[in-house]
């Protein structure tokens, strides 16, 4: 008995078996104060939930896997600003789909949408995150510090991202990397309204496999940003939610 403990005490920690088809449900959920008292308009509290359904297909590539995801249906509710939005803004496109390379576990290039609209948009941060794979090569109680940066540019505009994530691997969950992370940054945003600035914190929680998407995990943002409009500033405060869940 005890050859048979320390054999299992010695093992490296198992992990998933690699499959090319995967599904999911990405629900991401924002809540922000917007204090335009500078510009008039006092202060306004907008809350957002988008809730979508995915399916992540993977062919092999030299050098790594290329990812092709569809949009199978995505709601958004926005609350009291639906109204005030075009109709159009809040469906999801017709065929829309995400296509990049992933290498190691991670995206290269461009990972923006075929097509635009508000609930697609919502939930590219979901699709980013399934692909962060912090540390393949990590065992059990591993502490170590990643710094990324991410540059983004749509028609919307121009955005960098930089975020400084102190990870750990926490434990073993049903075969998978239980990856427990604090995280600070700071973004920079560049639009026709105007230019945002700002910090982030949050923490996040991912199981991950061996290669391939991660298998489920959650993140959660706190943000204090200042939009600068003219010579007048209005400070935007909020937080923000994203989940990711396998769909049998």
């Known amino acids: ?113 075929s097509a635009m609209s508000l609930p697609v948009v919502n939930m590219m941060g979901g699709v980013s995150l399934l692909f962060t794979n912090p540390r393949p090569t990590a065992t059990l109680g591993d502490l170590w510090t990643d710094t990324t940066r991410v540059d983004t540019t749509t028609a919307q505009g121009k955005s960098v991202a930089t975020n400084i994530a102190k990870w750990k691997f926490a434990s073993m969950e049903n075969g998978g990397r239980v990856l427990e992370a604090d995280i600070t940054g700071t973004m920079e945003v560049d639009s026709p309204m105007g230019k945002l600035s700002g910090t982030t914190s949050g923490k996040q929680r991912m199981v991950t496999r061996a290669w391939g998407p991660a298998i489920r995990l959650s993140s959660d943002t ?17 937080t923000a939610t994203v989940t990711v869940e396998p769909i049998p």
């Not at 809540?31 to 008039?40: H, I, K, N, R």
């Not at 939009?227 to 935007?236: E, Y």
């Open 222 to 238: 706190m943000s204090d940003m200042v939009m600068a409009l003219g010579t007048a500033a209005v400070n935007i405060k909020g």
């Open 1 to 113: 008995m005890l050859s048979l403990l320390l054999t299992l005490v010695a093992a490296p920690p198992t992990t998933l078996a690699p499959a090319d088809s995967f599904r999911y449900r990405i629900v991401t959920k924002s809540v922000q104060e917007v204090d335009a008292s500078a510009v008039g308009q006092g202060t306004q509290n907008v809350a957002v939930t988008t809730t979508g359904l995915i399916t992540v297909h993977l062919t092999d590539s030299a050098g790594g896997k290329v990812a092709h995801i569809t949009v199978d249906s995505a709601d958004m509710d926005g609350g009291e600003m639906m109204p005030m939005l075009d109709p159009e803004m809040t469906k999801v496109p017709k065929g829309v789909f995400f296509h990049f390379f992933v290498k190691d576990g991670k995206i290269l290039g461009d990972p923006s949408p």
